[in-house]
């Protein structure tokens, strides 16, 4: 800067002087009284950097100022899971959950909506790196990732403009990053045209004695700035982008998306863990959304003083960026260090063996205040904890919308059905074919799913499953699911039911379910009817939680997804984590032979509402959803983990009810089978009742695994028999596996092949 730029700079000592000086406060997306909150906290008018800060800060995004009222009651559920206490839980950058032997599996799930619908490539990308140093800068090593999303029509234009960037900077970043993706959802309705949603998992393994944590503590130790170079990017990204909604003409007016190098993050996640290695690290924070905003006033508020940053330090792409630029920038890629003053020449030697630019930017103090000069002048001088965790907090006002109880009387159970063997046969044909139920390796074709070569499970699978070291076999299995129609329906089940489809994922493929993360997506908190949807789901998790003895560990809220009027669905997506004791003994989602007897667990009602036939046949959104019995769902999965060697194959019933696992399980190896006589066969193959999974066992092992079903007070149907390459209902119809798959199989390319050059230029 120059002398005259350096005399220009907006000091604290002129703010003082200058009370009165007008600031863009409304344009950074503050309320007049959060302004004038400000104000009274720091007893005078902000700074042009202070006021940079506390914008992005106190963002929807990164303070949570309308939900933290309802998330406080995740702090009710014991943050204990059924394999012991959880090393690190709620507040951390992600949740520790030790699984034995010394070893401590971190994962958490996060949104990147808003970024993705304007840049779709980059949006993606950096939310898949900004969620892996997450799990990084806990001191673990990632391993994996998963990516749930949401897209509009898959006939509509602007889907087929953000589907493809999305999926390729997914793959791209990730695939680049060595990290193999594990699994995911891809969901299409009407309500996520304007608002895609793109949620992001990632997983990492540690040992205990690796855990770190985000504090800057010890007077006197250094705080290095180390990664990419801050640049232009990102000003005004995530934070800013995810507190406001979108009109009708789209993403015309676009805050900066973060630009991600995946190459420099493999770097940096190499030097990272080496670091840690090393024994130096004190303090360690990921730069994500507010960038030096965040990882300063966060390390600052959790340590036990404060801190002293010297701005003009800070390794820079663009030399022309202000001091509230730097401050708010979200360049992807970096990461902020607490070490002690003797460690320096170590760490930079370090850094310097993975060519990775590092910078001692300040230095940790005991005063207990955040200062940051530019070029010897004070421009930020303010108490850390009101930056980062003294933010507004609203209760926001919500009721039960005026439509809610129409909508509920308005039930699928009423709509026509097949009346014909014929069409009932057409029905499987045009769902198994449907936008949400078709097979997806359009879109997983472009994700690794087997570097570094711990995967066990990935795309087609119930659950990921990943083992933890080459030299164990023990490993955890995810998975993440959500209905955003169940939850339109009636909040509060509908958010029980994505965490007991989770929840009952991992336990069909034989882990025991330990944990929960979850990303909720929702439209604007201003609007009553969504807090209300809100509040509902939040309620919903705690008690399902405490039901069934998972913790949450922390997660995401992504609010504003609204175009105009129109909100997204509710959509409450939730990831649970199980351990598994012997990688081996995993249980396949596919039918594994001819001759096998069909069971299915738990009971079928006729609960079609918010189903995926009412979806595609007609249209319909309407009705209740599937009743919940969390206990039930307990018992199947001790079930599965008792008898483990007497089955053979398991696979959830959920979307698209027992036809589509029919048709699932006999994809992989091409085996159909011969299913009994129904009393309503309509019923049979459509209903989505919760609670649900189609087991099947040796022919020999058939009553001891009754006996078993039994003994656990689980109820069982027996439906069929694995048999030959068709899927036959007697005294029905039948299917040829092959007529079914092709159908299965040619959603998506016929949709999107077209796209491959949008792919193409935009990778």
Same mark, same amino acid.
């Given at each position: 800067m120059t002398s005259a730029q350096i005399a220009a700079l907006d000091t604290v000592s002129v703010a003082a002087g200058d009370p009165d000086k007008a600031l863009p406060w409304a344009e950074l997306g503050l309320k007049e009284d959060e302004y004038a909150r400000i104000r009274e906290i720091l007893g005078r008018r902000p700074t042009g950097a202070e006021l940079a800060m506390y914008s992005v800060m106190w963002s929807e995004h990164c303070s949570y100022k309308s939900s933290k009222v309802h998330l406080k009651q995740f702090g009710e559920v014991p943050q204990e899971t059924p394999a012991g206490p959880l090393l690190a839980g709620i507040g951390e950058n992600a949740g520790v959950i030790d699984i034995g032997d010394g070893y401590a599996v971190t994962f958490k799930v996060e949104s990147h909506n808003h970024p993705s619908y304007v840049e779709p490539y980059q949006g993606a990308a950096t939310g898949v790196g900004g969620i892996v140093r997450d799990i990084l800068a806990m001191g673990a090593r990632p391993v994996a990732v998963m990516d749930p999303l949401r897209f509009g029509p898959l006939d509509e234009p602007d889907t087929h403009r953000v589907l493809p960037g999305i999926v390729a900077g997914v793959g791209g970043y990730g695939n680049c990053l060595g990290l193999p993706n594990i699994g995911g959802e891809v969901v299409f309705d009407s309500t996520y045209l304007g608002n895609p949603l793109v949620n992001a998992l990632a997983v990492g393994v540690l040992r205990h004695e690796d855990l770190h944590l985000a504090k800057a503590s010890g007077a006197g130790n250094l705080v290095i700035m180390y990664g990419a170079r801050t640049g232009g990017d990102g000003i005004g990204g995530a934070s800013i982008l995810a507190s406001v909604e979108f009109d009708e003409d789209g993403p015309a007016k676009r805050p900066s998306v973060q630009v991600g190098d995946p190459f420099m993050e493999k770097l940096l996640i190499e030097c990272t863990l080496e670091l840690f290695a090393s024994g130096i690290v004190r303090g360690i924070q990921d730069f994500g959304a507010a960038g030096i905003s965040c990882a300063t006033s966060e390390l600052a508020a959790a340590g036990d003083g404060g801190m002293h940053v010297h701005l003009e330090r800070v390794p820079l792409r663009d030399s022309t960026l202000t001091p509230e630029e730097i401050l708010m920038s979200e360049s992807q890629e970096r990461m902020m260090a607490v070490i002690a003053p003797e460690d320096e020449a170590t760490f930079y030697a370090i850094c310097a063996k993975w060519d990775v630019e590092a910078a001692t930017i300040g230095e940790v103090t005991e005063d207990g205040r955040l200062v940051i000069d530019h070029h010897g002048e004070t421009i930020v001088d303010v108490d850390p904890r009101t930056v980062a965790h003294e933010g507004?907090?609203?209760?926001?006002?919500?009721?039960?919308?005026?439509?809610?109880?129409?909508?509920?009387?308005?039930?699928? +159970?009423?709509?026509?059905?097949?009346?014909?063997?014929?069409?009932?046969?057409?029905?499987?044909?045009?769902?198994?074919?449907?936008?949400?139920? @078709?097979?997806?390796?359009?879109?997983?074709?472009?994700?690794?799913?087997?570097?570094?070569?711990?995967?066990?499970?990935?795309?087609?699978?119930?659950?990921? %499953?990943?083992?933890?070291?080459?030299?164990?076999?023990?490993?955890?299995?995810?998975?993440?699911?959500?209905?955003?129609?169940?939850?339109?329906?009636?909040?509060?089940?509908?958010?029980?039911?994505?965490?007991? +489809?989770?929840?009952?994922?991992?336990?069909?493929?034989?882990?025991?379910?330990?944990?929960?993360?979850? @990303?909720?997506?929702?439209?604007?908190?201003?609007?009553?009817?969504? %807090?209300?949807?809100?509040?509902?789901? @939040?309620?919903?998790?705690?008690?399902? @939680?405490?039901?069934?003895?998972?913790?949450?560990?922390?997660?995401?809220?992504?609010?504003?997804?609204?175009?105009?009027?129109?909100?997204?669905?509710?959509?409450?997506?939730?990831?649970?984590?199980?351990?598994?004791?012997?990688?081996?003994?995993?249980?396949?989602?596919?039918?594994?032979?001819?001759?096998?007897?069909?069971?299915?667990?738990?009971?079928?009602?006729?609960?079609?509402?918010?189903?995926?036939?009412?979806?595609?046949?007609?249209?319909?959104?309407?009705?209740?959803?599937?009743?919940?019995?969390?206990?039930?769902?307990?018992?199947?999965?001790?079930?599965?983990? /008792?008898?483990?060697?007497?089955?053979?194959?398991?696979?959830?019933?959920?979307?698209?009810?027992?036809?589509?696992?029919?048709?699932?399980?006999?994809?992989?190896?091409?085996?159909?089978?011969?299913?009994?006589?129904?009393? /309503?066969?309509?019923?049979?193959?459509?209903?989505?009742?919760?609670?649900?999974? %189609?087991?099947?066992?040796?022919?020999?092992?058939?009553?001891?695994?009754?006996?078993?079903?039994?003994?656990?007070?689980?109820?069982?149907?027996?439906?069929?028999?694995?048999?030959?390459?068709?899927?036959?209902?007697?005294?029905?119809? +039948?299917?040829?596996?092959?007529?079914?798959?092709?159908?299965?199989?040619?959603?998506?390319?016929?949709?999107?092949?077209?796209d491959t050059t949008v792919v193409a230029i935009q990778h």
């Open positions: 507004p907090v609203y209760e926001r006002p919500f009721a039960r919308p005026e439509w809610q109880d129409a909508l509920q009387a308005d039930a699928a +159970e009423a709509l026509a059905r097949p009346s014909t063997t014929e069409e009932l046969r057409a029905t499987w044909l045009q769902l198994v074919a449907s936008p949400n139920l @078709c097979d997806k390796t359009w879109i997983t074709q472009q994700y690794d799913h087997y570097v570094r070569g711990n995967t066990i499970l990935s795309k087609g699978a119930e659950a990921g %499953m990943i083992r933890i070291a080459e030299d164990s076999t023990v490993g955890v299995a995810l998975s993440t699911d959500g209905n955003g129609r169940f939850a339109k329906l009636d909040p509060y089940r509908g958010a029980q039911l994505a965490l007991a +489809e989770s929840y009952r994922n991992v336990a069909t493929v034989g882990a025991t379910p330990l944990a929960i993360s979850d @990303c909720l997506n929702f439209g604007s908190p201003e609007d009553p009817d969504v %807090m209300w949807q809100f509040a509902e789901a @939040c309620r919903g998790l705690k008690d399902a @939680c405490l039901a069934l003895g998972v913790p949450v560990t922390g997660g995401n809220v992504s609010l504003y997804n609204q175009t105009g009027d129109v909100a997204i669905l509710p959509t409450p997506v939730v990831a649970t984590l199980g351990r598994i004791d012997d990688v081996t003994r995993r249980i396949p989602s596919a039918f594994v032979a001819e001759g096998e007897r069909i069971f299915v667990l738990g009971e079928t009602r006729e609960e079609l509402s918010g189903s995926e036939w009412a979806h595609v046949v007609h249209g319909h959104l309407g009705g209740l959803p599937p009743r919940v019995d969390l206990a039930a769902e307990q018992r199947n999965a001790s079930l599965l983990r /008792d008898a483990r060697d007497l089955i053979t194959s398991a696979h959830d019933l959920s979307d698209g009810g027992l036809a589509q696992a029919l048709a699932e399980a006999s994809f992989g190896r091409g085996v159909g089978a011969e299913i009994g006589v129904f009393e /309503d066969p309509f019923l049979a193959l459509f209903s989505e009742s919760a609670g649900r999974i %189609m087991v099947t066992t040796h022919l020999h092992d058939g009553e001891a695994f009754l006996r078993a079903a039994s003994a656990a007070g689980v109820a069982v149907t027996e439906i069929g028999i694995t048999a030959g390459e068709t899927l036959t209902l007697e005294g029905q119809f +039948e299917i040829p596996v092959a007529e079914l798959k092709q159908a299965w199989q040619a959603t998506l390319p016929q949709a999107l092949d077209g």
